[in-house]
């Protein structure tokens, strides 16, 4: 990636330009009427596309915008222009038709081109093909996403090339979710294995061309895991989302930025933002893009770009 | 506040200083800088010396307490190591100075090993009696498998009500065993939130801080709920929406504190589990420092820290460094 021009974009800013102006007392009056001139400068602040939420009930725990309409209008305060929502249901169900017909029909009614469904298969199921058929060709869903460990298989299952090589054909996005919440504290009733990432790799590498996101991917990862990562990310339209990426500067540690801990490097165009809503507090999510030092071509591409390059009409 | 010495981070040909921002945190429904230091955020829980590196992890991470706004750190280990309590440490001189350098910023636990409660109780009496650490710090035995719940630890909480010093231990709920149960899996000397609630009933005096929520916010909530001198801890534990409120609600809003855990946790992650809350701001400023201020402020006017006790009393917002300013650039330059 090249270095940004950083000084341009001080050049262009009138709240920085006041700022070198200015008496240095008098910097943070200029800030504060920034922020009251709130209206204008959001006009102008790009919006985000949340690659990561779930709708319906989360199966242990009511969660405090389980309902769609409450939890729409959370993401809309933080200036998120579009959600990418999988189900809840699709945990546990059986029934993943019914489950799949349910989140198309509340995506629409309460976030028609805001809520964008991502149906699941589940490739423990029989004829789970069928599943992949009804929601590209019936629902219109731009892609599905799968919950190993939740749904009783792992990454090396034998069906998932057939997944891939039939997402890839149909050009839709396939979202691998890596976990949902902490093992140390699941139920103690459900036992969830972790999921093992090597097989995706191997998978993804047979159709170089699939789009694949990896969801709530642990950032703190060493040794032939992130060796994994870089190979995963090397293939053109991979991406990871930012939700389980922990540590102070997690985002910039991920690109590399910064100096003496060990990184991934991965590139800026293989981020997207994701928040894990409403499970996780959409807050975090946001705070960690303010966390990080990232300059404007690194959080446009986080904030937006990525997730238009996958999914390019709103 | 004081601006720290931090590191610039390397992003190119220009270096980017904590206080630069290309975003506006306004714009997204989240507090700006400006609005986080007015909420006095007193990190309970700091491991910036965790490290084999542990003065350049400091220094390190110094740009982040001073990005996110964080006024004061009470760094975890101070005085040896969480996995060598009771051994000298080579770290120790320069953590030191930086507690001297940084006093306005960082404090300090000891953390001591009810295993050893003779060892336990003299090192309290070294780094906090005669030492500028302000509070204890639990870990489970590794050695001797004893939790906060054993006899044991009776000397070594006689000694903090004599010195009016908060305990804080660290606890979880790991599920696991045959059957699976939450604490099941939790490791031989590892306290749950009931081992700390049995201690808490012997030992009213003392405020008791239960580290990481219990592990498991909704099953540790329930554990300490009848406890008064027990504390809860929002740190270290993955973010879930709605804890904060679930915890105001059993416990009450001034039986929570805030920690950071970082530089292994991020900020953004714990922030955000109190942001999350529809509270009103004095609440979150309680959260976010108030009541840990609180439990402090015995121990720093002791110590004879006048400032210390200035820095505990005063709820109002500290005034802005003029030298140290923040800049948010344009993100459509």
């Not at chain 1, 699939?210 to 703190?220: D, I, R, S, T």
């Not at chain 1, 053109?236 to 500067?249: A, K, Q, Y």
Request: charged share 25%.
């Amino acid at each position: 990636m090249q270095p940004p021009d950083r000084r341009n974009f001080l050049k262009n800013s009138l709240l920085s330009a006041a700022a070198a102006l200015v008496p240095s007392g008098q910097l943070w009056a200029a800030q504060s009427a920034s922020r009251r001139a709130r209206s204008g400068s959001s006009a102008r602040s790009p919006g985000i596309i949340d690659t990561n939420v779930n709708l319906f009930d989360w199966p242990f725990r009511a969660l405090k915008y389980r309902d769609t309409k409450a939890l729409v209008a959370k993401l809309k305060k933080h200036r998120i222009v579009e959600a990418w929502a999988g189900s809840f249901e699709a945990l546990l169900s059986k029934d993943l038709n019914g489950v799949n017909a349910r989140l198309a029909a509340e995506c629409r009614e309460h976030g028609p081109k805001f809520l964008i469904p991502f149906g699941s298969v589940n490739l423990a199921w029989p004829d789970w093909e069928e599943d992949v058929r009804r929601c590209h060709e019936i629902h219109r869903m731009p892609g599905l996403r799968i919950y190993p460990g939740y749904q009783p298989f792992d990454l090396d299952h034998p069906a998932l090339e057939t997944l891939v090589r039939m997402t890839a054909k149909r050009g839709l996005i396939l979202q691998v979710v890596f976990a949902m919440e902490d093992p140390r504290v699941h139920h103690p009733l459900i036992d969830v294995r972790p999921v093992t990432f090597a097989p995706l790799v191997k998978t993804a590498k047979r159709a170089p061309h699939a789009k694949v996101e990896l969801l709530h991917f642990p950032g703190q990862i060493r040794g032939d895991d992130l060796n994994h990562l870089k190979e995963f990310l090397a293939l053109p339209n991979t991406v990871l989302d930012i939700s389980r990426l922990e540590g102070n500067g997690a985002i910039a540690r991920m690109l590399g930025s910064i100096q003496g801990l060990p990184s991934a490097r991965v590139p800026a165009d293989r981020i997207a933002f994701g928040s894990h809503a409403p499970f996780c507090p959409v807050e975090t999510a946001l705070l960690k893009l303010i966390e990080s030092p990232l300059d404007a071509s690194q959080l446009h591409a986080i904030m937006r770009d990525n997730a238009r390059r996958l999914l390019p009409r709103a | 506040m004081r601006s720290l010495r931090c590191p610039k981070i390397d992003l190119g040909p220009d270096p980017m200083n904590p206080r630069e921002f290309f975003i506006n945190p306004a714009d997204y429904g989240l507090p700006t800088r400006d609005e986080l230091v007015a909420y006095r955020i007193w990190d309970n829980h700091f491991h910036g010396f965790a490290s084999s590196n542990p003065i350049e992890q400091y220094e390190r991470n110094n740009f982040f307490v001073e990005r996110m706004g964080i006024e004061r750190s009470i760094a975890q280990e101070v005085g040896g190591t969480l996995e060598k309590p009771f051994e000298p440490y080579p770290h120790d001189e320069a953590i030191l100075k930086i507690l001297d350098r940084d006093k306005d910023r960082l404090s300090g636990r000891t953390p001591i090993d009810p295993g050893f409660p003779d060892e336990s109780c003299a090192k309290i009496e070294k780094w906090i009696r005669n030492g500028p650490c302000i509070g204890i710090k639990y870990l489970g035995s590794k050695k001797k498998g004893v939790t906060c719940s054993h006899p044991n630890n009776d000397p070594i909480l006689r000694l903090a009500a004599e010195l009016n010093v908060h305990v804080y231990v660290h606890t979880w709920l790991q599920v696991g065993g045959a059957p699976r149960r939450p604490g099941g899996g939790n490791r031989e000397s590892e306290s749950t939130p009931m081992d700390l609630a049995k201690l808490a009933q012997r030992f009213p005096q003392v405020p008791l801080i239960c580290g990481h929520s219990g592990g498991d916010w909704e099953l540790g909530v329930r554990a300490i709920r009848p406890c008064k001198n027990v504390l809860l801890e929002f740190a270290g534990s993955d973010p879930h929406s709605g804890m904060v409120e679930y915890a105001i609600r059993e416990l009450g809003v001034d039986r929570l504190v805030w920690g950071g855990h970082g530089p292994s946790r991020s900020y953004a992650t714990e922030l955000g589990k109190v942001l999350d809350a529809d509270i009103s701001k004095a609440d979150r400023m309680k959260i976010f420092g108030g009541n840990l201020r609180r439990i402090c402020m015995p121990i720093f006017r002791k110590k004879g820290n006048a400032r210390g006790t200035v820095i505990c009393r005063n709820h109002n917002a500290p005034k802005p460094n003029k030298a140290a300013t923040t800049v948010v650039r344009s993100l459509n330059g």
